[in-house]
């Protein structure tokens, strides 16, 4: 079992930055595929960002790619998303999410076991 805590969320205006911090709770983080995932009003959860369990690669989705970065911090069991040059479309509650299926990385929201509750980044032009 893992609890996850999203955090980092607020309105910003485009064009800025934010970070968002996912703080892991349970059994041992580095065992557990992680990613970042987005749902915004009467849209579908879609994948946002993910990297290789084993390899550190990172993979993101097209709309994110070159302005958003995933990392994460095993020591502090936080997983993170830096956004740059936010726009209005990216507006929507992000969720991190923890696969315990032993899986390197994934872009899909049903290999994933455990999420968080959610953090709202509101993006005004």
């Known amino acids: 079992q893992v609890q996850l805590v999203e955090s980092g969320g607020r309105l910003v205006q485009a064009g800025g930055s934010l970070r968002l911090s996912c703080a892991a709770s349970g059994r041992t983080f580095s065992n557990y595929a992680m990613g970042w995932f987005r749902q915004a009003p009467g849209n579908e959860r879609e994948f946002v960002a993910t990297?290789?369990?084993?390899?550190?690669?990172?993979y993101y989705s097209d709309s994110v790619k070159g302005r958003f970065t995933i990392s994460r911090d095993n020591a502090k069991n936080t997983v993170y998303l830096q956004m740059n040059s936010l726009k209005p479309e990216d507006t929507a509650v992000y969720f991190c999410a923890a696969s315990a299926r032993g899986i390197n990385w994934s872009t899909y929201a049903y290999d994933y076991d455990y999420w968080g509750q959610g953090t709202q980044v509101t993006v005004s032009s």
């Open positions: 990297f290789s369990r084993i390899t550190s690669s990172t």
